[in-house]
């Protein structure tokens, strides 16, 4: 069964950073890109970030860029995202997505974890 | 403002067939798949939809997806009330070089 695990969500004041974490079993983890993908209170989804199989390859949304950073270690099945100078509008529930393919945008979001709550606010 | 334009509020009876729109681009639909994803209150999305008409093991047929130029439709027949439900389309933007997103379709069973 495939797991997705996400934790590191919280309270951080504007300006802060905050690092969030996916912890996943049931599947090869190296075998497919994963993304992040948030939702504000009470609004749609949004698109983060995306990595490759490999992890060669990254991919942010403009809304990000220069400030919220990707990675995979697939040897811990674990994703991360480094989120730096976070304002009050990243303020949403983070969620990690497996996809169907090694390749970002190449498939859809397959599986999704339960999502962690980073609120950002003085 | 979202790239892919979904109306905000879908209805119908149970029984009823309904359609939700999903209006991009050249840049996302026109040339990529789509994808739908339904999220019940409270939950995680899920998939419904990928590759613009494939339901994945679990989903009900009476389910489906459709793709014409830079519009995509998800029908739902035989309506039901658990499906009652926020729905989202989504497709691979090749401008933007990213997944983007419609604002969300809230589907009332009346």
């Known amino acids: 069964e495939v797991q997705l695990l996400e934790s590191g969500g919280g309270l951080v004041q504007p300006g802060g950073s905050l690092r969030l974490s996916c912890v996943v079993s049931?599947?090869?983890?190296?075998?497919?890109?994963m993304s992040w993908v948030r939702q504000a209170p009470g609004k749609g989804l949004e698109w983060v970030s995306g990595i490759s199989g490999g992890g060669g390859s990254t991919y942010y949304a403009d809304s990000v860029k220069g400030r919220f950073t990707i990675s995979r270690d697939n040897s811990k099945n674990t994703l991360s995202l480094q989120m730096n100078s976070l304002r009050a509008e990243d303020t949403a529930v983070y969620y990690c997505a497996k996809d169907r393919s090694p390749i970002v945008g190449a498939s859809t979001f397959e599986s999704w974890g339960q999502g962690t709550l980073v609120t950002v606010s003085s | 403002q979202s790239v892919l334009t979904q109306p905000p509020s879908a209805s119908g009876t149970p029984g009823q067939r309904v359609t939700i729109s999903c209006s991009g681009s050249s840049s996302n639909i026109g040339r990529n798949i789509v994808n739908w994803f339904q999220q019940l209150p409270g939950t995680a999305p899920k998939l419904l939809i990928y590759?613009?008409?494939q339901r994945p093991s679990g989903v009900p047929d009476r389910f489906s997806g459709s793709k014409s130029g830079t519009s995509a439709s998800l029908a739902i027949s035989g309506l039901q009330s658990e499906d009652e439900a926020d729905y989202y389309c989504?497709?691979?933007?090749?401008?933007?070089?990213?997944?983007?997103f419609g604002g969300g379709t809230k589907l009332t069973v009346l």
């Open positions: 590759s613009t008409n």
């Open positions: 989504a497709a691979w933007d090749d401008n933007l070089n990213g997944w983007v």
């Open positions: 049931g599947f090869t983890f190296s075998s497919y890109a």
